[in-house]
């Protein structure tokens, strides 16, 4: 007879198994997906890595505001280069651990943000929309229903960790996919140590949440798990690529070597990194699963060369 922890596991793996049919295609379910070559981005070093700043501002000022109720502006007056301050953001109602973890996530992004300004050029910060209705918005589209009352990132701990789930890993696959396509030693090494700490921040998140895989999270009667594998779920279905994304719980077929339903660490199925492009970054940070239509994290649009060209396809 099946314990109650497994019969909850099947009841939100099931969604994901189903979605995860053909994964050695990377098909979606919807089965729609464009053209998903990284081929097609011709750049320069200095464009590919200007392009990933657009995510560490968003990373910057999200932790640093959660953690201290204040962002970029006020820790490195200089570094938004001008750039609007964001909609939304506040100081979050975290237990002392995972405000530490906050506090030491938005000190290492400032260093981020810093570290491609100095050695490939920055731009202005673009507008970051990082309010409760814009996550709670996210969060309903995830569920595939609206949660009531609206999911607020700030409210507790747990909320945090959830809204924070939706963040660095994106920022992970970015690294991924672009250092192949660097030319520079110097460029190459520069991702490779943005890469590792993002990793970093991303595993860490996902431990914490694991840990509470089987709570409900409140007054929601849905299980932590449930709400990793219904984003990672939109995710992929905004990217449009395939899946690249999975929750922290997985069936066990999908786990490391096929031995494991915990899935703390993201990876396909032989355990390596998800790669993804510029357009299907555009495509999930703007919530519209289209690189020419701003939204979501970027109200109007994400900033620099290679972000800035989509915009001009309509």
Do not use: W
Not at 12 to 29: D, E, K, N, R, T
Not at 46 to 56: C, G, I, K, M, S
Not at 138 to 144: E, H, I, N, Q, W
Request: aromatic share 10%; glycine share 8%.
């Amino acid at each position: 007879m099946a314990t109650s922890k497994n019969a909850s596991t099947s009841a939100f793996v099931l969604p994901l198994a189903f979605c995860l049919v053909g994964i050695s295609q990377l098909l979606l379910c919807s089965g729609h997906a464009p053209n998903c070559d990284p081929n097609l981005i011709e750049a320069r070093d200095r464009d590919r890595l200007q392009f990933a700043l657009n995510l560490e501002f968003l990373e910057a000022e999200f932790f640093l505001y959660s953690a201290h109720g204040k962002g970029l502006d006020y820790m490195s007056p200089n570094l938004s280069l001008g750039g609007p301050p964001p909609i939304g953001a506040q100081k979050a109602n975290l237990d002392p651990l995972v405000r530490r973890m906050t506090e030491e996530f938005g000190l290492q992004e400032v260093g981020h943000v810093r570290s491609i300004i100095r050695k490939e050029g920055g731009f202005r910060k673009p507008l970051l929309d990082l309010s409760c209705q814009n996550f709670a918005k996210l969060m309903d589209r995830a569920v595939g229903f609206t949660l009531i009352p609206p999911f607020d990132p700030y409210a507790d701990s747990l909320k945090f960790l959830l809204a924070t789930y939706l963040i660095p890993y994106v920022g992970e696959n970015g690294y991924v996919g672009t250092i192949p396509y660097l030319r520079k030693r110097k460029s190459r090494r520069l991702a490779a140590s943005l890469l590792a700490v993002e990793a970093g921040q991303d595993a860490i998140v996902r431990a914490f949440l694991y840990q509470r895989a089987y709570e409900k999270v409140q007054p929601y009667n849905l299980t932590v798990a449930h709400f990793t594998n219904r984003i990672s779920m939109l995710r992929n279905e905004l990217g449009m690529c395939g899946i690249k994304d999975e929750g922290i719980i997985v069936p066990e077929e999908l786990g490391a070597e096929n031995r494991t339903s915990s899935n703390i660490i993201s990876a396909d199925p032989s355990s390596l990194a998800y790669a993804r492009t510029p357009p299907e970054i555009l495509r999930i940070v703007y919530s519209s699963g289209n690189e020419s239509l701003p939204g979501g994290f970027y109200p109007e649009g994400a900033n620099g060369k290679i972000a800035r060209s989509f915009l001009k396809i309509k």
